[in-house]
């Protein structure tokens, strides 16, 4: 069975429930640190999806971060093929963006929890499904983005427009954070603390969206843990139908999630506690 890519373009970024869902989910995991030069670029002939996670650059920040154009093409690959693909936040963009979408500044910069508003198309939606009306979720971006031409929209918010959207039948984007758990928020949280005033640049204080987590993470965990598990069925049951030739990166660094004794349950390892492995190529 082919592995899931999971892409990684932030350095202060733990992937929060997504690892452990998705290999929890029967799902072997192949993570790839988009900002290491020497990462591997595995081809999507050797992927059963693609997991394009978020970041604080800007999908057109092309010169500043060399890897956006790979993933650009990666992205618009993946939906030709029909690879399951799934974007968050700047993963969402580079979606939009690829498919030839406006990708521009938000009305309001959105930080902490907002609610979510499901389009009617979304309660048959495969993932989407997991949302209903007014289901809080983590938002922290200033960007926002046009659907792309034929584009199905699935979920609006009140204050930024385009929440989530799917392009054919396997392709997803949602501009929030589904990922994110406690753990994840608190490293944001310190690590934003230590370059601005996060309340005097995002409008809202680091003690109220510590305030607002309290309510709402639990409920958010569980909903980011069910639709990472949708996903991995649905890119398991489609890598089983799709044929490929032998993988010429074997042997190469396959992620599983693990955390130490004591950590355990919804709480999120960071990358240092992760453990991973030698693994042979993956199996057509």
């Known amino acids: 069975m082919k592995p899931l890519l999971l892409v990684k373009n932030d350095p202060v970024e733990t ?12 799902a072997d995991v192949l993570f790839m640190d988009a900002a290491d030069p020497d990462a ?16 604080t650059m800007n999908v057109d920040e092309v010169d500043a971060y060399p890897f956006l ?6 992205t618009r690959e993946a939906v030709l093929r029909g690879v399951p693909f799934l974007g968050l936040c700047l993963g969402a963009q580079i979606l939009a963006r690829a498919l030839d979408a406006p990708v521009v500044p938000a009305p309001v910069k959105e930080v902490g929890f907002e609610p979510l508003r499901p389009t009617a198309a979304a309660a048959s939606d495969p993932l989407l499904s997991v949302w209903s009306d007014g289901d809080m979720v983590f938002h922290w971006h200033e960007d926002t983005m046009d659907p792309p031409e034929g584009a199905e929209v ?3 918010g009140d204050r930024v427009a385009l929440q989530a959207f799917r392009v054919g039948a396997a392709a997803w984007a949602t501009q929030f ?26 409008g809202k204080s680091p003690a109220r969206i510590r305030e607002e987590a309290a309510h709402h993470m639990p409920a958010h ?12 069925r649905i890119a398991m049951d489609g890598s089983r139908l799709r044929l490929a030739p032998s993988s ?6 396959w992620l599983r999630a693990g955390c130490p004794a004591g950590r355990t ?3 999120a390892c960071r990358p240092r506690t992760w453990t991973r492995f030698a693994a042979p190529a993956p199996t057509p």
């Open 15 to 26: 992937l929060g429930v997504a690892p452990q869902a998705l290999v929890a989910a029967g």
């Open 154 to 156: 699935l979920a609006t």
């Open 40 to 55: 591997a670029r595995p081809q999507l002939d050797y992927v059963a999806g693609v997991l394009m996670l978020g970041g």
């Open 69 to 74: 154009k790979e993933h650009l093409d990666l």
């Open 248 to 253: 010429p990166w074997s042997p190469t660094t």
């Open 177 to 202: 954070h589904l990922e994110i758990d406690a753990a994840e928020l608190e490293l944001w949280l310190d690590e934003a603390a230590e370059v601005i005033d996060v309340e005097a640049v995002w």
């Open 221 to 232: 965990e569980a909903r980011g843990v069910e639709l990472f598990t949708r996903f991995a």
């Open 265 to 267: 349950g919804g709480t």
